[in-house]
């Protein structure tokens, strides 16, 4: 168990395993090896009337752990039930007075995190769309598909610009695919010369990037990736050593359902559902059309 998840296991249990004497807890716990550098600062207070029960360095400004993640997902867990399922409407827009011919699909969004998600690998939300219009009989779209809520998530100027370009800072949108994540195969080359991309996955996506990976022997395996939401090329560095020939990193998908809607169109079309018009570029944030109204799928 890391160190931090311990930190905030000890902290979770604290006025449990101690309510008589919270600062001599506290005391023992920063005592804990590991801690002898660190910056801590604890707050705890009870919620019935907001009394402090032990506390250290409260006014210290400090970002927060990454394990707090566990917080507020009891919170929602508490609020909502552990039953509770998040629901992605399919609807076939039939308003004629649009400027758009009708007949476009569109997807609502409810936020759900598992659509194409690498730890849910038996469930395919991309196979079902397809296999609900196969299954409907419509043979044509007159526009790529749609999703209804594309906005961009909102990134706090506060954070690490280093850190959002990479797959641990993706962000949770009102549409998630692919855990909000892509994959990037670089290969090794000669010593000293830059790596070369091989791969991108999902291939859909409209991505461009600044390669300054060098293949370095007697290195590690150590690739970041470097740019914003809207940033283009992606800048990358770092080093990969060849063993193994092939290393793949992992970056942050700012606009998923961009890219979502360009991969449909593609498997629509693989499976003879003819789309009239170009989809628009794949990683470009999508404005959102008037709300449809169909059965849910």
Request: charged fraction near 20%; glycine fraction near 6%; proline fraction near 11%.
């Amino acid at each position: 168990m890391s160190l931090p998840l311990r930190l905030l296991l000890a902290l979770a249990l604290l006025p449990l395993v101690a309510p008589a004497q919270p600062a001599d807890a506290l005391a023992n716990l920063l005592r804990a090896g590991g801690l002898e550098h660190a910056s801590v600062g604890i707050s705890i207070k009870r919620v019935a009337d907001g009394r402090v029960i032990c506390e250290h360095a409260p006014a210290l400004s400090l970002r927060p752990a990454s394990v707090l993640k566990l917080l507020p997902t009891l919170l929602a867990l508490e609020a909502r039930g552990e039953l509770f399922t998040y629901t992605t409407t399919l609807s076939i827009d039939d308003d004629a007075s649009q400027w758009r011919p009708p007949g476009r699909l569109v997807i609502t969004p409810g936020g759900d995190p598992t659509l194409e998600s690498a730890h849910f690998p038996d469930r395919s939300f991309l196979r079902r769309v397809v296999d609900t219009l196969l299954a409907a009989g419509i043979t044509r779209l007159p526009e790529p598909p749609l999703v209804a809520d594309a906005s961009p998530a909102f990134i706090p100027g506060s954070w690490p610009w280093e850190d959002i370009a990479n797959h641990y800072g993706a962000v949770y949108h009102p549409f998630n695919y692919r855990d909000n994540s892509y994959a990037i195969t670089l290969e090794a080359t000669r010593p000293g010369a830059l790596a070369r991309v091989r791969d991108l996955v999902p291939a859909s996506l409209d991505l461009t990037f600044d390669n300054r990976v060098i293949t370095d022997p007697s290195g590690k395996n150590d690739v970041w990736i470097y740019g914003g939401p809207s940033s283009s090329p992606l800048l990358l560095r770092g080093t990969v050593t060849g063993t193994p020939p092939r290393y793949t990193v992992k970056g942050a998908m700012h606009h998923p359902a961009a890219a979502f809607t360009a991969e449909l169109t593609d498997a629509l079309t693989a499976a003879g559902i003819a789309v009239t018009s170009t989809p628009a570029p794949h990683e470009r944030a999508i404005s959102s059309p008037t709300t449809p109204s169909s059965p849910r799928e």
